[in-house]
Structures are given as C-alpha cells and as structure tokens.
C-alpha cells in the first residue's frame, strides 16, 4: 500500500521561508514522478511543480518559479518543496503526489495524472 506523510507547513511571515517533506512507502521511490499542489479556501486545487523520476526535469507554476524549487532524494524516499520569499497568495494546503506511469525524465502537471496523494499540510503566511 501506497503512502505520502507531508510534514513541514506552519505559521511564517511574509518574505520568510519553509521547506517541505514528503516521505513515500509502499513502492520504490524511484519508480515515481511526484509532485506538490496545493488548495487554498474556496479555490481548486492547483498545481505547484513537478519532477521527474530521475530528478533531472522539474517544471513550475508561474507564480513560484525563482522562489520555490522542488527536489527529491531517492535514498530517503522523500520529494521537497523549497519555499523562499513566501507571500501571502500562497497561504494554502499543501499536499504531494506521485504518478506510476511516467517516464525517467516526464513531468506531469495535471491533477488527474496522480495516482497517489498525501494528507496536506497548512502552510500560513502572514502579511
């Protein structure tokens, strides 16, 4: 059985920084693309970034590229979300997932191309 925990959202202040985590169990890490969304109250959910299996492709939204940067350690089993300069339009829930059927080197940004999700974590950010 398939498993995502996030950890790390909280509480920060405009400008300020957190990092995401995402453990994965159930499967090898590497057969997975994973990715981060994330909901805010009374929005979609909607896609924040994407990478590859093999690490060596990742892709944004436009409203996070030059803060945010998604990475991965296999050896760990965990997908990351740096969050810097944080503002408060990202105030949200964050939530990982991760896709089966990609490539080495795919991307995925459609909702519907997850096949697992994590709980979410509130991330919070105050002007």
């Known amino acids: 059985q398939v498993q995502l925990v996030e950890s790390g959202g909280g509480l920060v202040r405009a400008g300020g920084s957190l990092r995401l985590s995402c453990v994965t169990s159930?499967?090898?890490?590497?057969?997975?693309?994973m990715g981060w969304f994330r909901q805010a109250p009374g929005k979609e959910r909607e896609f924040v970034a994407s990478?590859?299996?093999?690490?060596?492709?990742?892709t944004y939204v436009d409203s996070v590229k030059d803060r945010f940067t998604i990475s991965r350690d296999n050896a760990k089993n965990t997908v990351y979300l740096q969050m810097n300069n944080l503002k408060s339009e990202d105030t949200a829930v964050y939530y990982c997932?991760?896709?089966?059927?990609?490539?080495?080197?795919?991307?995925?940004?459609?909702?519907?191309?997850?096949?697992?999700w994590g709980q979410g974590t509130q991330v919070t950010v105050s002007s």
């Open positions: 997932a991760a896709d089966l059927a990609s490539g080495l080197d795919n991307v995925k940004i459609r909702r519907s191309a997850y096949d697992y």
């Open positions: 159930g499967r090898p890490f590497s057969d997975f693309c």
């Open positions: 990478i590859s299996r093999s690490g060596a492709t990742t």
